[in-house]
C-alpha cells in the first residue's frame, strides 16, 4: 500500500462542510454555474466534489467535470470562484479541479437524471 492508495472504506470524495453556516449559500451559487453544453446546474450535475469551509470562512472547492477533454474546463473552476466570491461571510475562495473519483452520471440528483431524461 502506498500514500495514494485509499484506507479501506475511506470516502473517494471528502466530506463537504455541510454544518456550516454558509455551506447552504455556497450550494445555491454554484447551482447558478451550468456547462454551456449541458442545460442542468453543476451542482446537481454532481461535478462539484467537496466544499470545506474553516473557521476564518475561507472556502475550498474540489470538482470534476463530465470529461476532461470540456471545452470549458479551464473556465469553468473560475466562473464557480467568480459565483462563489460575491456572498456575504465568504472571505476566500479556491476552486481545484480534481479527475479522482471520475466523475460518473450516477453522480446526479434525481432532478438532474430527470432533466436530462434519464429517469
Known amino acids: 500500500m502506498n500514500d495514494q492508495t485509499p484506507l479501506e472504506g475511506a470516502p473517494l470524495i471528502k466530506p463537504s462542510s455541510t454544518d456550516h453556516p454558509l455551506h447552504e449559500n455556497i450550494v445555491e451559487a454554484c447551482r447558478s454555474v451550468y456547462d454551456p453544453e449541458i442545460p442542468v446546474n453543476i451542482f446537481d450535475l454532481g461535478l462539484i466534489y467537496t466544499i470545506e469551509i474553516n473557521a476564518e470562512n475561507e472556502v475550498d472547492i474540489l470538482m470534476s467535470l463530465t470529461a476532461p477533454g470540456c471545452p470549458v474546463a479551464g473556465e469553468?473552476?473560475?466562473?464557480?470562484?467568480e459565483a462563489v466570491e460575491p456572498l456575504a461571510g465568504?472571505?476566500?475562495?479556491?476552486?481545484e479541479l480534481?479527475?479522482?473519483p471520475p466523475w460518473g452520471m450516477e453522480m446526479m440528483s434525481d432532478e438532474a437524471k430527470l432533466e436530462l431524461g434519464f429517469m
Not at 76 to 81: I, L, Q, R, S
Not at 90 to 95: L, S
Request: proline share 7%; glycine share 6%; aromatic share 14%.
Open 76 to 81: 469553468m473552476p473560475g466562473w464557480v470562484a
Open 98 to 100: 480534481v479527475w479522482e
Open 90 to 95: 465568504v472571505k476566500q475562495v479556491n476552486v
